[in-house]
């Protein structure tokens, strides 16, 4: 079936920096994205989404872009902070299709350097 | 404090002996799910629900039940617990659905010997 990956399970940043985590989808269908923040020992944290009638949206810190021609999806994170260190999930999904789930990448470890 | 709660948080069982995993939320959110999570592989949806007495199949429902008799509830049930099910499994939950934010609890950690 069609899956979402990520371009690199782990990223290494120093503090103050920006990052960009990237993530390719390959279902063109898929009308719904959303990015996820796990710590280590907790669930996942809903961080930002996005749909596809949008190619940018923003939040405190963070900016979600979508490229729908290439099917991108990429999450930046300003001015990184220790607290940002996790694991970060892209997942899309489907809103008019008959099932009714997202699918998940496998996560890329952000790392923050002091 | 809106929260998600699962437990055990930690089970430890053999293959064959049924179990069941509680899952329970205090938003009064329709939606509900299970997720399983496994190294290398990432989440993956066990079952739904769109509201009581409504459940679906995810992607990886083989070997659990679920049951939503309730708005609040969404147990999983493992009716005869193997190996593969070793898992970390994770409960959420959101207002209408998958497309809307969802709630994660703190998770569950599986061990089927």
């Known amino acids: 079936g069609e899956s979402v990956g990520l371009h690199l399970p782990t990223l290494s940043v120093q503090e103050g920096d920006n990052s960009i985590i990237n993530c390719a989808y390959s279902?063109?269908?898929?009308?719904?994205f959303i990015w996820y923040k796990q710590e280590s020992g907790k669930g996942p944290q809903f961080i930002i989404d996005?749909?596809?009638?949008?190619d940018k949206r923003q939040g405190q810190r963070v900016t979600v872009l979508l490229n729908k021609t290439v099917k991108h999806l990429s999450l930046q994170i300003a001015a990184t902070q220790p607290g940002d260190s996790a694991v970060y999930f892209c997942a899309e999904g489907d809103s008019g299709g008959g099932a009714d789930g997202l699918t998940f990448g496998k996560g890329t470890h952000l790392i923050i350097q002091p | 404090e809106a929260q998600v709660t699962q437990n055990p948080r930690y089970l430890i069982t053999v293959t064959g002996k049924k179990l069941t995993v509680t899952c329970s939320q205090n938003m009064n959110h329709e939606y509900m799910s299970w997720y399983r999570q496994d190294p290398g592989l990432g989440l993956r949806q066990i079952y739904y629900?769109?509201?009581?007495?409504?459940?679906d199949k995810g992607d990886v429902p083989e070997g659990y039940k679920v049951s939503r008799k309730e708005k609040r509830n969404f147990p999983l049930i493992l009716e005869s617990p193997s190996p593969n099910q070793t898992s970390l499994y994770f409960c959420a939950s959101s207002w209408a659905g998958f497309s809307d934010e969802q709630f994660f609890g703190p998770g569950t950690r599986l061990t089927v010997l």
């Open positions: 996005i749909r596809s009638n949008m």
């Open positions: 279902n063109s269908a898929s009308d719904y």
């Open positions: 629900s769109m509201n009581v007495e409504v459940t």
